[in-house]
């Protein structure tokens, strides 16, 4: 037996009980300590990423103990095609926080390492865990040390941001637990034992009035972790309050703890409810994208335009997730990755600046390209990846999706897609007041470059930016069989089937050369499922 | 044969060259040696990637040039559109694949030698410049982007190269980026093209649905295979491709990002604003001519927008006094004129005139960015005149780019004009008509523009008396990402020219008048490819003939290569030389023979109005931010304050809610029992207005309460049924 996944897991909370015995005073041997510890839990991740086999559709690297017998709650772990990158991606993001504030941290540096250090613990507990039960336990446990992060650490008006957070995600995972724990009756009324494990309920039958009730219960949890339109106005606060690393981990990796979500648990619980309700769904993602991207335009605050940003590229993620295909879902899961880097990037970036002048507001700034203009760079790729510029990251992911969604929902799909003009005018608009125009204000003449601690944290994720956008089936390619596998169990269902029919009436016969379906003579014709018909123009 | 290694070197070498200059260019300062080793690096990229091409084109035509010849090096996106559930659709890929025909070999000895020459202009031009390894860095990524534009397979990668210019372009207009007019002029440039590629990705999105791949050899099979079956979804296909082509190719509605880029210093304006980079999209519906020949209508579009946007561009020009905006506009026209031939299915007239554009437009940019380099940074024509004395070199092969442009025989210029002319008239009577006033124009604002500059004396001081322009927009403040720009007076591109003391305009460098001779030669002789029947050639001509296997699906030589009686046809010249005369004619009365433009400025007063609207560019500038960009902000500032008002109201009022029902309930419970116990998880309590935070914070010690309780309670759960 293999048991990377509990190392993996388990590292980060070592070290911290290690740091607890640390003087207090010691911040550099903390720091070290902490950025120590992180690189040791990537390096542990990168065995996971060695040990997966990359046609195996179903949860690798297992572990299983029981935990609470009696009930069925057991210690299970695994891991397969949709949670792996993520796993790297929690791991990678988390040394480049303690890098990046590295010179910033001076309150309580112990509590803001070991803070970081059982974050980083829960969130890959949430992607590896494979019990209903435990993984519910690792999702809450998320919430408090970034509630201290943003609380202790975070600027003039953290206290209510902080508990806005908090609040906000609890009213919806609360319901959840109601969820799991129905689902779990429900399935041992059905055959006698009580489980949690997620690979026995998923053969799980409902009652249709329950499927759907259960499927708010958990999306509403998930919709808000996202956050999805119009659940997200924690989140501006929270990032605009937030220390740079907990902006670079909020919206790096917990955000995808949602997303995450419905394809680890909604999906594959509830398929009737998701074909049921997935326009519900993609019309909220697409109102998001638009939504987000405008509001972002007229923020004078740097990260509160970024913040809004994420609603707008996470609409993109759960607009692949319902649009229910594998170019599409497949994209959502490498545009989680690709935002982690992108915004992550992005929120380093705005940080550094913060760091020096004390200020996020667009009108303080102007001109930085000529004091700094290695920084400038960074920033430039950065939101180039953030734009979608072919050649990096963002482009892959966007495309997979638009694309996949433009088979089963092409007019919501066009929507999207300005989306992506959209995110052009504010990142550049971002750009050019920033770092573009004359020097206006006497305190950016002297704005100290870049640091080195700063640049080994960026590059990265630039090598990442570019590598996967020039090579993404190396990533893609470890995600397709259990894509595959999902959507066998979503399209099983008769709504399921309706869809991938419809779908398929329009695409089949490509490819044959010397018989033109007759379908394909037309134009995509609406589906009457849209029901983007009045809502989004 | 084509060696694949060879053609994958082509583009990747000036990216090497990016990719060292730009590591080079945050560390090296501006020393003569680094500038020399910033040459090497830039020159000898885009020379070596030169002569690659040329050895590349010549090994394609010696094996026969009839095939393509097409190398995937590796699956770039696997886009499995496969569903699983006993649907077997056939997933498909999209490779990294580049792609050698006679139509990608024209293009890419363009790009490559046009762009190899304008780059050592450059050294001369920029030779002042603080951000000099900055500017080759941008240059030579700019040179990798456009040949993975016109090298790509698919629609993808081409996809990718089309963005990729449009980053470049975004980066070297807005090149002096602590000039907000240059910041402006990059993001609308970028924007624009934005909105354009909108338009191409859906495109491309219908082409995966249609046909399930992206690959041009197997989409325009399947479309030549069945005609009938794609006619309909054709129309749509191509209008959503002719969308992006108006944005790249700067065309009527998408056309205002051009004239702004003149920002970006003038080797630039001549590589990418000229020669190469906007005429991708003519590019892209040449290459995509299978699908466009399915649609009618769409080709109707295609010529109604270029012959629109060539007489309304031309129009503009001829009221300009900046002579780099006259070149902008007249370059939105001839890329008008180039989409006329493509909608009227005269392709290879629309890639014989990008060819010879390329020269003469090439060259009479680098020539005004010689004389605005000679006169130490003045852009205005008004305060130049009498510049042959000064600038021989210059005068002369600007002079002889101007015959090429306004269509004088036997100059490359008229050939390609001549050809589109001659095949519209076939097709389209008005769109003649629209053509042949445009074609006039061109003439007129080239030697107004000729004259202005080298004719009369020198005037610094600019021409009393002659129109001046107002200062539009002023006091415009800045709008977060308006796409709106010019503040009125002219911008010199050389923000760090040796400009403001008393100056003698003075001849430039070998390294850029050299180039100017080279492309002056090739304004001259690049038509010989495409002499017609009539005046000595063949029919078709040797363009034609070579660009044959492009078009031949679908009968392409029928649709192109109809053959006019000889009266027509020797009727159809000598007018195409009647207009370009007369528009000479009218320079020359107007800025020759009076050099103090006394008739030129009492036109200008008699049709004010005119006047005024044409120097305004009809005011397309101010309705474009007053509509669009005003609008969208104003909604944007009201969805941000329905956003921080409604929604969020509602958040804090159910929190408020709550907080009152529940809140005060636990309050006293919170505030006697639970406090101390908590005290380490709500940091909160402190300072400002207490209760109200207390009430919160109360709640987050609640939560952890329960959650706590919730723990012990399994735990004994679990001791006392433990077996």
Redesign the interface.
Known sequence: MNYILSITLWLPVAAAVILLFFPKTAASAIKGFGLLASLATFVASLGILNGFHEGVAGLQLTESLAWIPQWGIRYALGVDGISLWLILLTTLLTPVVFLSSWNTIHKHPKEYVIAFLIMEAAMIGVFVASDLLLFYVFFELTLLPMYLVIGVWGGANRIYAAIKFFLFTIAGSLLMLLGIIYLAFAHFHDTGVLTFTITELYGTTLAPHAQVLLFFAFALAFAIKVPLFPLHTWLPDAHVEAPTGGSIILAGVMLKMGTYGFLRFVLPFFPDATAKYAGLLIALAVIGIVYGALVAWVQPDMKKLVAYSSVSHLGFCVLGIFALNQTSIEGSILQMVNHGLSTGALFLCVGVIYERRHTRLLADYGGLAKTMPVFATFFIIAMLSSVGLPGLNGFIGEFLILAGSFQTWPRATIVAATGVILAAIYLLWLIQRVFFGPITKEENKNVREIAWNEVVALVPLVVLMVWIGVRPNVFLRKMTPSVQQLLQIVHKTDAGKAMIAGVGRRVSGVGDQNRPHEAMLRPPTPDPRLPLSGGVR | MVNATVLLLIPLLPALGALINGLR??ASPLTPKNRAVTNVIALGSTGLSAILAAWTVIAYVGGGASAAFQHAY????????????G?T????AVDFAFRIDALSCTMLLIVTWVGFLIHVYATGYMAHEEGYTRFFTYLNLFMFMMLLLVLGANY?VM??G???VG?CS?LLI?FY????F???AG?KA??AN??G??GF??GV??I??????ADFGKVF??AS??PQ??A??AT?ICLLLFVGACGKSAQIPLYVWLPDAMAGPTPVSALIHAATMVTAGVYMVVRSNVLFRLSPDAMLVVATVGAVTAIFAATIGIAQNDIKKVLAYSTVSQLGFMFLAAGVGAFTAAIFHVMTHAFFKACLFLGAGSVIHGCGGEQDMRKMGGLRKYMPKTRMTMLIACIAIAGFPPLAGFFSKDEILATTYEHHGFLYFLGMVAATCTAFYMFRLYFMTFSGDYRAAGVVGYPESEPEHAGHDVI??SLHLDDGDVHSDKAHGHHAEAHTPHESPWSMTGVLWILAILAVIGGIVGIPQMLGGTHPTIFQRWLLPVLLPLGGEHFEFAEASRMQEALLIASSVAVAFLGWLLAYVLYKKDAAFARATRMATRFAFFHRLLENKYYVDEFYNFVFVGG??A???A??WF?ANI??GI?NGV?NLTVVVLGHGSWLFDRFIVDGAVNG?G??ARG?SRFF?RM??G??QN??LV?GGGIVL?AA??LF???
């Open positions: 260019a945050a590796y699956t770039w996106i696997p886009a499995g559109l496969g569903h699983a559930a649907n659709i056939a997933s498909f993808m996809f990718v089309w963005e990729g980053l975004y807005g980026y602590d000039k907000n240059a910041a402006d993001k970028f924007v934005r909105i590629d909108f990705i859906l999105f219908l995966f649905n249609t046909f399930g791949t099979a399947l295979a069945h079956a794609y309909g979804i749509t977060p990402g969208t902000l909604f944007s500032r969805l941000s956003d929604i969020d958040v929190r998880v940091f909160s400002g935070r919160q914070s709640f987050v939560y952890a959650m399994i759960v679990y049924t433990k077996p």
